[in-house]
């Protein structure tokens, strides 16, 4: 089932005794709040990027938050992020990428393209800045309900609200990631 704006909405009105009708500021930044606090796989993007022949960098996808993995172009090796600072754009060599770092909102790589590459990208991305399509899951409800509930009475200077609803979201977040690390997780059979 899909969480939208108008249900959070009810309940916020109801746990506070309100009767907010526009209280999307605070459910963007709850989303915000949680895009920042976990590594949901709801957030999770597969994507590529373009590395024009002749560059060595190229900016982050838009809504971009933290990188799962990055390959190497044209095969299913991981590409090695580097340990220290890429050497300047004019001491690189022309090839294949095959490191990256992160730096001032792109990735710069190892080599400058001496092709056009298309660069398969795994990460998480921050929650659109819009309520219309809430991403986060059932799991999220009480969580994004605890936590509209506690910016909508912290705006009202309603610390005695504040001091219910901001324990039960954290609370809620930590249940989130507990069940998140004990999701089971396979790998391939092999008898070596």
């Given amino acids: 089932m899909t969480i939208t704006k108008n249900e959070i909405t009810v309940v916020v009105n109801e746990n506070l005794e309100r009767t907010e009708t526009d209280i999307d500021d605070k459910i963007k930044a709850i989303l915000k709040k949680l895009s920042r606090l976990g590594d ?4 999770g993007v597969s994507d590529s990027l373009t590395l024009a022949s002749g560059a060595a960098e190229v900016a982050f996808p838009d809504g971009y938050r933290k990188v799962k993995a990055i390959w190497v172009p044209g095969g299913t090796t991981e ?3 580097f340990e220290s600072p890429r050497p300047p754009e004019g001491k690189l060599s022309q090839g294949k990428p095959t490191m990256y ?16 590459y298309t660069i398969p990208l795994d990460y998480w991305r921050y929650h659109p800045d819009s309520v219309g399509t809430i991403l986060f899951g059932e799991e999220f409800r009480l969580c994004l309900e605890y936590g509209a509930s506690w910016l909508v009475a912290q705006k009202y200077g309603r610390l005695d609200q504040v001091a219910i609803f901001m324990p039960l979201f954290n609370a ?3 249940n989130l990631r507990d069940d998140e690390k004990t999701q089971p997780t396979f790998s391939p059979y092999s008898d070596y």
């Avoid at 770092?101 to 710069?108: S, T, Y």
């Fill in 40 to 43: 949901w796989d709801c957030l």
């Fill in 79 to 81: 590409m090695a992020k």
């Fill in 101 to 116: 770092e992160e730096f001032e909102g792109k990735f710069r790589f190892d080599r400058v393209a001496d092709q056009e």
């Fill in 172 to 174: 809620e977040v930590s």
